[in-house]
């Protein structure tokens, strides 16, 4: 018998820390992992986090200390276990003594590494709250032995200076960020050329100013947008002996979060870029979609105990459904993120509706009619069609195949997958083989193929494998998707009067809630078109307005500084895509919204152009809508056709749909896959409808590039829009 079994029977509780693994001994292991289970009510963490155990002992990675701790904690608290109280108290005594744990109790032993007598190197005194968090830098990072943390203070709190100043304190040589393309002139350059009062010597990828283009070691700042971070990787790899201690800032670091296995290519080389990091903060006002799997290449970066063995016990864990081990995940999370809330003055928000002529044509009751007798015209099509999708799906293949070099066994295992699919795709039985079928595609068939065969293939195997898939998602686009814009335009363009939902003797034209602002107007919507028959309608009532979207987006920069600088130049008219992260906009103190995004996130971040640090008037938000009397329209209810659509393809088909699975999510932007993780869809773009790729009416945080296969946006959030 072992010692740990004898152990158990004296009641002697062992805790050992060897080799990034620790082993809890001498306890009635098979009660312990009972207890977990039923308090959690889920086995998905015991089955995941314990590496090996016996009656008698268990044994985890290092990793999981702090969620063992956290356990144990919510167990003593429990009325009922299976093991003794004393025995759950003794193992975390031990744990807390014999792990790497015992440094949260001696904090007084962690040396500094934050120097905050460098903040008198700053143009400007920082607020108490951050200021506060360079003492927490300070203190946290020593005690986990992480090599950086999360700044999540909400949107317009300063966090750019926040960063900058922890950055200096850390004294680093060399400081790199990583940043959306449009912020590089404002706030970054901007800061970085009045906070310090010695100037220091920067690097700013895409900058206007010459001086700020030259990418040589020895600066103290690089500054590189999203798309140039393989440029900021290879300088790194050739140079990092001569450019020191270095310190990395991801910004607006949402866009980094991902919970497919496979990240995109911005995540990666955002990894590969902090390999020689010794800090790196992720800093942004909405750090989560969802706490889950997107947390990974977070910790990959900040945590040395988060390894490769770790990540692979640590995805099954937390997955991307909500779960109750969740209250786990949430308190490793917040030892590592630090959120202030309250410290922006909030907008006065106002709700306005207009009975804008023609507006019975938005009326979900009208959408819904005229997403079924679509519905029921394109499955009607696809089936009188389908013998001659499915021939071309199979001569395209064979076309592959003959020029290809398509190993035998793989492609019958693919066909033998999409012939599933065809007689009944089941997104439970069948998940995860999407991803494999796609990715089978992209390595064998696709690569084989002429320009106009690939368009083809793209086409076929879309009907040929999710057939009422495709059709909801063609619903959803040339439907709903346009509906939505054209709406949005209605409203941008209306020039009579829109009433208070709260009270309806208040009332406004738009041009009168521009001329009543105290400074400037920003107005946004999802769709391009909306801001363009906008920007007609004003000009026509006397204004000089400025348009943020794709196209215009290389001459941001410029657009912002007449925006700022020029008294004419107003309102300013942005989709959400291009301009509702990252920029401040606090010469405008007044935001209207043709439509609503349906992330709660990206209406945060768009109040947060202008209520935030540094705006000296009181500010507004203002929600326009249409007016269809009782009946619900398309612009105050966005979800329920969606909804809709799902239930009628159902009742046509005569069978159960999948509810998170399209294979076209709108005229020109088809996603393939199933489920809420990533790696099962990928996504092309045909260009349908003349609608540039950066705006597609997808209310969510990635640009196409990164939706496409790579992304770690999940359908979920595709579905969004």
């Given at each position: ?5 004898f152990?158990r ?28 289970q ?63 744990l ?18 008198a ?5 920082l ?24 700044l ?51 690097y ?14 020895g600066?103290?700042?690089?500054v ?20 020191g201690?270095?310190s ?5 670091s ?12 911005r ?24 706490m ?21 016990r ?5 997955g ?5 081990a ?51 015209e ?18 395209l ?50 690569p084989?193929?002429?320009k ?13 494998k ?15 998707g ?19 939902l ?65 008294p ?9 895509q ?18 609503q ?8 971040q ?63 932007f ?42 770690s ?9």
């Amino acid at each position: 018998m072992s010692y740990s079994y004898f152990s158990r029977l004296l009641g002697f509780v062992n805790v050992v820390e060897e080799k990034g693994r620790v082993t809890i001994s001498g306890l009635d292991a098979d009660a312990f992992i009972r207890d977990i289970q039923n308090n959690w009510n889920t086995s998905r963490f015991t089955k995941n986090a314990i590496s090996s155990f016996t009656s008698s002992k268990i044994t985890f990675y290092s990793f999981f200390c702090i969620e063992f701790d956290f356990i144990l904690t919510e167990l003593m608290k429990t009325r009922r276990t299976n093991l003794p109280r004393r025995i759950l108290m003794s193992v975390q005594e031990k744990l807390r003594a014999n792990t790497w744990l015992k440094r949260i109790d001696e904090p007084r032993r962690q040396r500094n590494i934050v120097n905050k007598a460098r903040l008198a190197d700053l143009t400007v005194d920082l607020f108490r709250y951050q200021e506060d968090f360079l003492d927490l830098y300070n203190e946290k990072v020593p005690m986990y032995g992480l090599r950086g943390y999360i700044l999540g203070d909400r949107p317009g709190t300063g966090k750019t200076i926040t960063g900058i100043a922890l950055h200096h304190c850390l004294e680093t040589d060399t400081k790199i960020i990583i940043a959306p393309k449009n912020s590089l002139y404002d706030p970054w350059e901007k800061t970085l050329e009045e906070v310090f009062k010695v100037k220091p010597k920067m690097y700013l990828s895409a900058a206007e100013n010459p001086e700020y283009r030259k990418l040589v070691p020895g600066l103290e700042y690089y500054v590189f947008h999203y798309e140039a971070q393989d440029e900021a990787v290879a300088f790194v790899n050739r140079h990092h002996k001569e450019l020191g201690r270095i310190s990395v800032t991801a910004d607006e670091s949402h866009n980094l979060n991902e919970s497919a296995r496979d990240f995109s290519q911005r995540t990666n080389h955002f990894l590969d870029l902090c390999t020689y990091a010794e800090h790196v903060l992720w800093q942004s006002g909405t750090v989560f979609r969802k706490m889950g799997n997107e947390i990974i290449p977070c910790f990959r970066t900040i945590d040395p105990l988060f390894n490769r063995n770790v990540e692979e016990r640590f995805r099954p864990i937390y997955g991307v459904n909500a779960n109750r081990a969740k209250d786990i995940l949430a308190h490793r999370i917040g030892l590592v993120t630090r959120v202030v809330e309250a410290k922006v003055d909030e907008p006065d928000y106002l709700e306005l509706n207009a009975p804008i002529p023609g507006a019975a044509r938005f009326k979900l009751s009208v959408i819904k009619e005229r997403m079924r007798e679509f519905i029921t015209e394109r499955l009607t099509y696809y089936k009188a069609h389908e013998e001659e999708y499915e021939r071309d799906y199979f001569a395209l293949v064979e076309v592959a195949r003959k020029k290809g070099r398509i190993p035998e066994a793989q492609l019958n295992d693919y066909l033998r997958t999409t012939a599933m699919f065809n007689t009944g795709y089941d997104p439970i039985g069948h998940k995860g083989l999407p991803a494999q079928a796609n990715k089978f595609e992209d390595a064998f068939i696709f690569p084989a193929l002429d320009k106009a065969q690939k368009e083809r293939f793209q086409e076929v195997r879309s009907v040929y494998k999710y057939m009422d898939l495709k059709v909801q998602g063609e619903a959803l686009g040339r439907i709903l998707g346009i509906e939505r814009a054209q709406c949005a335009s209605a409203i941008g363009a209306y020039k009579g009067n829109f009433y208070s939902l709260k009270d309806k003797s208040d009332k406004y034209t738009i041009k009168e809630l521009i001329d009543a602002a105290p400074s400037k107007t920003v107005i946004f919507t999802s769709y391009v078109q909306a801001a363009l028959d906008t920007e007609a309608s004003l000009r026509e009532q006397g204004f000089d307005p400025l348009v943020v979207y794709g196209e215009t987006n290389k001459d941001l920069n410029a657009i912002l500084k007449e925006y700022a600088n020029n008294p004419a130049k107003n309102p300013l008219i942005a989709t959400y895509q291009s301009l509702s992260t990252a920029v401040p906009l606090v010469m405008a103190s007044r935001t209207l919204t043709l439509n609503q995004p349906f992330r709660d996130m990206i209406r945060k971040q768009a109040v947060a152009r202008t209520a935030r640090i540094g705006q000296p008037h009181a500010t507004t938000f203002v929600d326009l809508y249409i007016d269809t009397g009782d009946e619900p329209n398309i612009s105050e209810r966005n979800r329920d056709i969606l909804q809709w659509s799902k239930e009628a393809v159902e009742q046509i088909m005569g069978r159960t749909v999948v509810s998170l699975a399209l294979e076209s999510l709108h005229s020109g932007f088809v996603v393939t896959g199933e489920g809420e993780d990533i790696s099962d869809v990928s996504v092309s773009y045909s260009g349908a409808y003349n609608q540039p790729e950066e705006d597609l009416p997808v209310d969510v945080t990635y640009s196409i590039e990164n939706i496409r296969g790579r992304a770690s946006s999940s359908v979920t959030d595709v579905l969004d829009w």
